[in-house]
């Protein structure tokens, strides 16, 4: 791929106008705009990414950020699945309110959907989990962001089925963001599924979830975008107390993909697990980063986190676990494991430990293996094509820890890890 | 059919890199026939069939064919597919592919159709139950964690399933105990009826009162140094290998 690095100017891609024009696309009051003309400001005050800094060694950040705001033109919707008994569907799209379909269950259930520019009225929770200052592309969404959408599960709640959100990418800039509130005792699993796109697709999302006290929220990431999409994602749990998330990241499509995911663990007893899916062929480059930032007693978290690359496919893992002083009696876990099939595959793994207390439990593994030539042979002996035995063994790979994930859960990432590697190009010959 | 030649091989050499491991071996295995290969450990057994089934890390001279077709140069799963098996000396672990999921992708790929569920829960359980494997082994991992005789068990389950035309069976007595040979014996004389051919690598005579071999060959640094009946497994159980050591040979290769 060419490399379109371009110079930047980013007076001219974020100003007043521009912040209003997304306000006015995206819809919302005037708290919606205060807060937008806040983040402008901090965005200005905001330095582009630096290279030699260790989350942008990788990526070229400039690749990601979109030339300017101008909307894209019509999108290309796809087909949206019905909600089934207990569950909902929202659609996200730019330049447009979030497009509800529940069943009676889950509205009667009392999880309210709301665009997020009206949920600001009175919603203090906004850009706390996730504020402008996180970074440059986090302060360009929360002053510019043209779809949004507020999720509130009442506490005590347990819903039986997900929420499915569906993300549609236009082929040119979008910059959704979702805020998930899971209140206090409630259980509820959200699916943010990131469809459509195309080579002109500048996609900057960012998503916060605030676990409440005692809840248990399971938020699944499937990035499935098109070929040639280019996306830039953000995601951030608070877990209060005794609370849990459980995030499972399938990121497959789109050619530059850079996700930052975490949690912040922030009062005791809370818990967060991260397991994560990536598959890449051809040219795809696909930057993963995690974060688990312990800042409470007797907090507990776990990353899982598998690649898989064919063609000349690259991937880099950075996983950061911080202990401050404040978390003692924790429990940190953190394993990458990448797979590669062909020659021309690269895969990147850094474990980041930042610990700051003595009483701690705290491992973390990283491995980085070629495809064993061994097993093919045995595969193929058994008349298993080349490129069958890869999936198959691509496949095991992945079970044991798709096996750990329930069942309702496992049903989403299964299917979409099958399709993605339908089309997998074999890679050993 | 019976008598027809289902395997054969002509003057096969097999390099590693430059080294010459197998140094020219011509063998022709009729359906129904039973072939014994007994060879001093290094001399290259092992070589000689991965090579045959089409190893990817050896270069290959010579000519092979299968039902009279030559597939020398055909892939492994080409080869598995027109009916030819490898029983492995060291089956290889597949951690996370389960052993009924492989199974059922072997059986689909060797028929060229998928095999219908409820046939497959069928056979299954029917060759489970000959060579007295545990149910259980459907659902673990392929060859992962296997004792040394499950995983000779699993490949003869293989062959039953697979049903090929000409088998190498690489050692597939080593490791089994008293009992579990006389089971994986009976599964192969099972199977191998009177229309398959099969070429038996073995270090002892004792695998070979249960599965009668017709020809019996010598295998040294590379070559066939001696074919004869049965009686021969019986003259080598006496007085090992020395004996036959081609003139002037053991010098490891002429690279
Ligand atoms: N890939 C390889 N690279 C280097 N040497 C090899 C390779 N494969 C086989 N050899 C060598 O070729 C020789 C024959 O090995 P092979 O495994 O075929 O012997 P074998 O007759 O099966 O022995 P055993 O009875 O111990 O199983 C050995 O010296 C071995 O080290
Ligand atoms: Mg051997």
């Given amino acids: 791929m060419a490399d379109t690095a371009h110079t930047l100017d980013t007076t001219t891609l974020l100003d007043e106008a521009a912040v209003r024009a997304a306000a006015e696309r995206a819809g919302g009051g005037d708290a919606s705009l205060d807060t937008r003309l806040e983040a402008l400001a901090t965005f200005r005050d905001t330095p582009p990414p630096d290279r030699v800094r260790h989350l942008w060694r990788y990526t070229d950040f400039s690749r990601l950020l979109p030339e300017s705001l101008e909307p894209a033109g019509p999108l290309a919707m796809p087909e949206i699945p019905e909600p089934p008994d207990g569950g909902m569907v929202v659609v996200l799209r730019p330049g447009a309110p979030p497009e509800v379909r529940s069943s009676d269950a889950a509205r009667e259930a009392g999880v309210r959907v709301l665009p997020l520019g009206e949920a600001l009225e009175g919603e203090e929770l906004f850009g706390t989990v996730v504020p402008a200052s996180h970074g440059y592309f986090e302060a360009l969404n929360a002053a510019a962001w043209d779809g949004g959408v507020a999720l509130t599960i009442p506490g005590g709640v347990h819903l039986e089925r997900a929420i499915r959100l569906l993300v549609v990418a236009p082929d040119g800039v979008s910059l959704p963001r979702i805020l998930v509130v899971a209140g206090r005792g409630s259980e509820a699993s959200v699916v943010e599924e990131h469809v459509g796109g195309g080579e002109a697709t500048r996609l900057v999302g960012v998503t916060e979830l605030s676990v409440g006290e005692g809840a248990n929220l399971r938020h699944t990431v499937l990035q499935r975008l098109d070929a040639g999409a280019r996306a830039h994602l953000t995601t951030r749990a608070r877990v209060a107390r005794d609370g849990g998330i459980s995030t499972v990241v399938a990121s497959f499509g789109g050619s530059l993909v850079k996700m930052d995911l975490g949690s912040l663990l922030a009062e005791q007893g809370a818990r967060s697990e991260i397991v994560g899916f990536v598959l890449g062929e051809g040219r795809q480059h696909m930057d993963h980063h995690t974060v688990h930032e312990h800042v409470a007693p007797r907090t507990w978290s776990n990353i899982d986190f598998k690649v898989a690359l064919t063609g000349r496919a690259r991937s880099a893992y950075t996983g950061l676990i911080r202990i401050e002083t404040t978390a003692p009696g924790t429990e940190a876990y953190q394993e990458n494991r990448n797979l590669l099939l062909s020659e021309e595959a690269r895969a990147e793994t850094i474990p980041e430990l930042e610990i700051l207390t003595d009483d701690v439990q705290c491992t973390h593994g990283a491995t980085v293996a070629p495809l064993d030539e061994e097993q093919v042979f045995y595969l193929e002996s058994r008349g298993i094509p080349g490129d069958e035995a890869e999936r198959l063994i691509v496949r095991g790979f992945l079970e044991a820890t798709l096996s750990r994930l329930p069942d309702s859960v496992r049903t989403d990432v299964e299917a979409a890890v099958e399709q993605r590697l339908k089309a997998f190009e074999g890679g050993h010959r | ?255």
């Fill in chain 2, 1 to 255: 059919m019976k008598n027809e030649v289902v395997f054969s091989c002509e003057d096969v050499h097999v390099f590693v890199e430059d080294k010459e491991i197998v140094k020219g071996v011509t063998l022709e295995v009729r359906a129904g026939e039973k072939h014994a290969l007994m060879g001093p450990n290094g001399s290259g057994k092992s070589t000689l069939a991965a090579a045959l089934m089409g190893h990817p890390g050896y270069r290959v001279e010579g000519r092979i064919t299968l039902l009279g077709e030559d597939v020398s140069e055909m892939s492994p799963d080409e080869r598995a597919r027109r009916g030819m098996f490898l029983s492995f000396q060291y089956p290889v672990a597949v951690p996370g592919v389960s052993v009924a999921n492989f199974l059922r992708a072997a059986i689909s790929a060797r028929r060229g159709e998928e095999i219908p569920v409820r046939e497959f829960r069928k056979l299954l359980t029917e060759a489970f139950a000959a060579l007295d494997i545990p149910r259980s082994f459907m659902g673990r991992y392929l060859n992962d964690g296997f004792s040394g005789g499950e995983k000779k068990r699993l490949e003869i389950l293989q062959m039953m399933l697979l049903e090929p035309v000409f088998a190498l069976l690489d050692e597939t007595d080593s490791g089994l105990d008293i009992d579990a040979l006389k089971v994986v014996s009976e599964g192969i004389n099972r199977v191998a009826g009177d229309h398959m051919g099969l070429l038996l690598v073995t270090h002892y005579q004792r695998i070979l009162n249960y599965v009668r071999p017709d020809r019996v060959h010598v295998f040294m640094d590379g070559r066939i140094v001696r074919s004869g009946g049965p009686e021969l497994a019986h003259e080598l159980e006496e007085r090992g290998y020395d004996w036959l050591a081609p003139e002037g040979a053991a010098v490891g290769g002429a690279a």
